[in-house]
T-cell receptor
């Protein structure tokens, strides 16, 4: 059974640029959730995709957007990057809400 | 929204000691999970425990949903137990889609 994978591992971007982060869900899971973790804090929910539809969104501006594909993998897109977007971005997959969520290794984004 | 408080924020132990980490939450929940975050940032699932008691080796957890708290017990701690422990809940209100995390307990186990 393959676990949750994320790419890339690390990324450095300049303020104002756009970034796409990718997540492959664990085998058999149809739900993907994205979280942002700032240094020294707990992860904060960005949004969730269930069967290719957005299924809830946290307090993040519209420049954070996402997709889920028919194979249940997902992308997180962030436009007009700001310095405060520097964080660890975590993807989690699960069977159906509110099932147990399993996390990937994360993508560490640095915005300069 | 729901509040999740973890205590203590920091804990330093000698190898072999036991510890109890606490998670209080302010409203009813559908799900509660405990995680260990390793130094590389990976969140490792420890327990999925909306209620009751579970054990896995040296670790065990108890959730008393009616009193809105959960406890994580670590016995005979090892240096590899070091890291940050997070409690996360899935609130009953407002849909069931998002895990709400506490701020974590940073555990340091010294040899």
């Amino acid at each position: 059974e393959t676990g949750v994978t994320q790419s890339p591992t690390h990324l450095i971007k300049t303020r104002g640029q756009q970034v796409t982060l990718r997540c492959s869900s664990q085998s058999g899971h149809n739900t993907v959730s994205w979280y942002q973790q700032a240094l020294g804090q707990g992860p904060q929910f960005i949004f969730q995709y269930y069967r290719e539809e957005e299924n809830g969104r946290g307090n993040f501006p519209p420049r954070f957007s996402g997709l889920q594909f028919p194979n249940y993998s997902s992308e997180l897109n962030v436009n007009a990057l700001e310095l405060d977007d520097s964080a660890l971005y975590l993807c989690a997959s699960s069977w159906t809400p509110p099932d147990e969520q399993y996390f990937g290794p994360g993508t560490r984004l640095t915005v300069t | 929204g729901i509040q999740v408080e973890q205590s203590p924020p920091d804990l330093i132990l000698q190898e072999g000691a036991n510890s109890t980490l606490r998670c209080n939450f302010s409203d009813s929940v559908n799900n509660l999970q405990w995680f260990h975050q390793n130094p590389w940032g990976q969140l490792i699932n420890l327990f999925y425990i909306p209620s009751g008691t579970k054990q896995n080796g040296r670790l065990s957890a108890t959730t008393v949903a009616t009193e809105r708290y959960s406890l994580l017990y670590i016995s005979s701690s090892q240096t590899t137990d070091s890291g940050v422990y997070f409690c996360a809940v899935l609130p009953t209100q407002g849909g069931s889609e998002k895990l709400v995390f506490g701020k974590g307990t940073k555990l340091t186990v010294n040899p």
